[in-house]
């Protein structure tokens, strides 16, 4: 049997990861004994997707824009990388609330 050639232009396989960016205080009005956190998933960096956030525009959410002090990597390390965009979207989601449960504030989705 023949193997089966792949074009040698293909573009790399595209590999999505979850990211947590911790927020001020400031963003809620609720009392929080640990720093309130944003996760989101990006097929990019995830040190470019912080920046994409802190300079606004479509692609920046509320939160990250006003709020973000710094990528929480510690929190990241065991997380990823995916292969889709729709696992991508539910380790977000287990991320976030896995985080919830130990009594963080999070933002998502």
């Known amino acids: 049997m023949a193997k089966r050639r792949t074009p040698r232009n293909r573009p790399p396989a595209r590999v999505y990861s979850v990211y ?7 963003c809620t009005r609720q009392p929080c004994a640990l720093a309130p956190l944003y996760v ?4 990019h960096d995830p040190a470019y997707r912080f920046v994409q ?8 959410a509320g939160k990250p824009h ?5 990528l929480r990597w510690d929190l990241m390390k065991a ?13 977000e989601k287990a991320v976030a609330e896995a985080l919830e449960r130990r009594g963080h504030r999070v933002f998502w989705g």
């Open 20 to 26: 947590i960016i911790e927020l001020s205080r400031e």
């Open 40 to 43: 989101g998933q990006t097929a």
């Open 53 to 60: 956030h802190k300079a606004g525009g479509k692609l920046a």
């Open 66 to 70: 006003r709020y973000g002090q710094r």
């Open 79 to 91: 997380i990823g990388p995916l292969p889709t965009r729709a696992r991508a979207e539910a380790a």
